[in-house]
């Protein structure tokens, strides 16, 4: 009975413990949601501007023969995943990875050759390996991830940039066959969305209907060709945005979770363990009593 009691004390502590953890943990989450949700609105409106002007020029007839309008069949596919920097935020990274995982399987299904350029230290964990391992963790794969960005909540602009330069280089280059996204996308705090956006080549349906009458100079193809690498840097910039306030908003939602577990865990705890001192105190009260009846 003594032991009983000692080891729902040192339960008790332990959970108590974790209690103040979690509490932390999601007041942190908390400071940041106002700060992401901003970030995640300036994205998206940057993007949307963006991609309204790019859908209007791919409209007109003289840029459908740019290269970033063409299909590429035989290059490489590049994905780009976003996941999170840590975990305990619930769901996040595992619904990130699954749908990373079956777009990789639909393109081994196809044949083709892919490269992941993941973002975040648990998607660098995930898909990035050393030269000559091509993705162990997924299923199968053909090439290798060079490259990598330890943080979501880090990686700046520039980089975003620079890697979207790089990426347009190989497109047009015939390196490249295509370029996806993995995100995942705001709806909510309660609810939030693993998705996939396939970035290059641009989409002539799409294209047609968000025609428009405008005239550019020198021609539009040309402005086109020049925009690309800042639409495709605004479309993934705001995609790590949006993903990492859904990362946020997941780990303040798993927190309080786990705030109200754990209390519920302490109260049945400290109901037994009530239980437990009090039979030890009847029996050693019935021991008394019996031993002065003799």
């Not at 230290?121 to 794969?141: M, Q, T």
């Not at 909540?153 to 890697?163: D, G, H, K, M, P």
Request: charged share 25%; proline share 3%.
């Amino acid at each position: 009975m003594g032991g009983d009691i000692k080891n729902l004390r040192a339960r008790i502590k332990s959970v108590d413990s974790t209690l103040h953890l979690t509490s932390a943990m999601g007041l942190v989450a908390s400071s940041k949601i106002r700060r992401a949700g901003t970030a995640m609105q300036n994205g998206r409106q940057y993007a949307a501007a963006l991609e309204d002007t790019v859908q209007t020029l791919a409209s007109s007839p003289e840029c459908r023969r740019t290269p970033y309008m063409t299909p590429r069949d035989g290059a490489p596919e590049t994905v780009i995943v976003i996941a999170g920097d840590r975990g305990l935020a619930g769901g996040y990274n595992t619904n990130a990875f699954r749908v990373c995982d079956a777009l990789l399987a639909e393109i081994n299904a196809r044949g083709a050759e892919y490269r992941v350029i993941p973002i975040g230290k648990r998607a660098c964990d995930r898909y990035s390996g050393s030269a000559g391992s091509a993705n162990e963790n997924s299923d199968g794969g053909n090439d290798a991830a060079r490259e990598s960005f330890a943080s979501s909540e880090r990686i700046t602009y520039a980089e975003v940039r620079a890697l979207s330069e790089r990426i347009c280089e190989e497109f047009t280059s015939g390196e490249c066959s295509r370029l996806w996204v993995v995100s995942t996308s705001f709806v909510s705090m309660m609810k939030q969305e693993a998705c996939t956006e396939l970035l290059l080549p641009l989409s002539p349906d799409r294209a047609e209907r968000r025609g428009g009458c405008v005239l550019y100079e020198p021609d539009g193809a040309a402005v086109l060709n020049t925009l690309v690498s800042e639409y495709v840097a605004g479309k993934i910039y705001a995609a790590v945005k949006e993903s990492f306030a859904s990362e946020v908003a997941a780990r303040r939602m798993a927190m309080d979770s786990a705030e109200k577990n754990a209390k519920q865990m302490i109260s049945d705890l400290q109901l037994s363990y009530n239980r437990a001192r009090q039979s030890a105190i009847t029996q050693e009260i019935t021991e008394i009593v019996a031993g002065s009846g003799d």
